[in-house]
């Protein structure tokens, strides 16, 4: 089974950038879809980026569209979430997740967030 660690959370201003990253354990790692979600304080787990196992297809939540960049190096075991141009309501611990169907072609599992392997989670707290 394949374990998550995020990484990469902290402390922004308004307008500032940060990288997220999620290592993977596990040799099956490249052929699953990944994704990230967030969840604010009060609030639900909201989808917020997706990639398939070649990472030849991504999908985004319109929140973060044109802001987020989800990429992924098969080689390292490791997807990324570059975000840009945060703003206070990015505010959210984030999570990754797999989508544990090896070669999924579509992302629609990912979207809707139906996923059985979860990381523990990275704060990110952006300040105005």
């Known amino acids: 089974q394949v374990q998550l660690l995020e990484s990469g959370g902290g402390l922004v201003q308004a307008g500032g950038s940060l990288r997220l990253s999620c290592a993977a354990s596990g040799r099956t790692f490249s052929t699953y879809a990944l994704g990230w979600f ?17 990472g030849g297809s991504t999908a985004y939540a319109d929140s973060v569209k044109g802001r987020c960049t989800i990429s992924r190096d098969n080689a390292k075991n490791t997807v990324y979430l570059q975000m840009n141009s945060l703003k206070p ?39 105005s």
Do not use: H, M, N
Request: proline share 4%; charged share 20%; net charge negative.
């Open 38 to 54: 967030r969840q604010a304080p009060g609030k639900e787990r909201d989808f917020v980026a997706g990639i398939t196992w070649s």
């Open 89 to 127: 309501e990015d505010t959210a611990v984030y999570y990754c997740a797999a989508d544990t169907y090896p070669y999924r072609s579509s992302l629609r599992v990912i979207s809707e967030g139906y996923l059985e392997v979860w990381g523990q989670g990275t704060l990110v707290t952006v300040s």
